[in-house]
């Protein structure tokens, strides 16, 4: 007879009793029979500080008894994908949804409720809950990370600006503003905000500075400075810091 004697099994059944009581506590805590309540995750495990986005998300694989209230539907390769408030998710079974990865290539009419901009190259992504997303013509497509060696710089920004339109919603537009930059290559700037002129030709001015001290060049005091790769370039941060602060350049 060993040690335990005729303990043995006693012992062996409150230890799998133990490890049971443990799965089942670990399982619901990866499920609620609701749904999603940012209240509920405010532990530093669920917060996405990236960019300084600072907000908080369940995590993969996740589960919830119900969708919240707004959500919308995407059908992605024949499959249902659920979106609402930053979060995907997917049906698993009945009254089962599961957090899951966005699905790149999905096109939104707009962007999540929550966002943070950033510039890859002098483009424009908005980042929600390790989400990237890009504008297109028809609204924001999900998109693929940028790549880790490609530098995401935070605009220079004084205010907060609402996402911008979908490019087929411009015609609602009031019209353009030109402003010439050093020659016959204008910019065609759309206030979305109804931003006055003079507050056009302040932002006008700060990108301006911003755009040139990125690239290295200013048009405006470079002869025949509307050619070349470097030109591009400037036109490329212009537009990227007006666009965060509430203007659609042409």
């Known amino acids: 007879m060993g040690y335990f004697g005729n303990n043995a099994g006693p012992i062996a059944l409150s230890a799998m009793v133990c490890l049971l009581t443990a799965t089942a506590v670990q399982a619901e805590d990866r ?3 609701h749904e999603f309540r940012e209240h509920e995750f405010r532990e530093p495990r ?4 990236r960019f300084h986005h600072d907000h908080y998300y369940p995590p993969l694989g996740f589960v919830f008894g119900a969708l919240p209230p707004g959500f919308h539907l995407f059908i992605r390769n024949g499959i249902n994908f ?14 089962r949804y599961v957090v899951v990865p966005a699905p790149v290539g999905v096109v939104m009419p707009s962007l999540p409720p929550d966002y943070t901009t950033l510039y890859v190259n002098g483009v424009p992504y908005y980042y929600a809950n390790s989400t990237y997303y890009v504008q297109g013509p028809e609204g924001y497509a999900v998109a693929s990370p940028p790549p880790s060696n490609v530098v995401v710089e935070l605009p220079p920004q004084t205010t907060v600006s609402p996402p911008p339109p979908p490019l087929n919603a411009e015609a609602a537009q009031p019209p353009a503003t030109v402003t010439a930059q050093a020659g016959s290559d204008p910019l065609f700037i759309y206030p979305r905000q109804g931003q006055s002129a003079g507050q056009q030709a302040s932002d006008t001015s700060q990108c301006h500075s911003w755009a040139t001290s990125q690239v290295g060049f200013d048009p405006d005091v470079t002869p025949g400075g509307q050619s070349g790769s470097s030109y591009q370039g400037y036109k490329r941060a212009m537009s990227a810091c007006l666009d965060a602060r509430g203007y659609t350049v042409r």
């Open 46 to 49: 669920f917060f996405d500080p």
């Open 31 to 33: 499920r609620r029979e």
């Open 82 to 95: 659920y979106f609402a408030g930053g979060v995907w998710y997917r049906l698993d079974g009945r009254g």
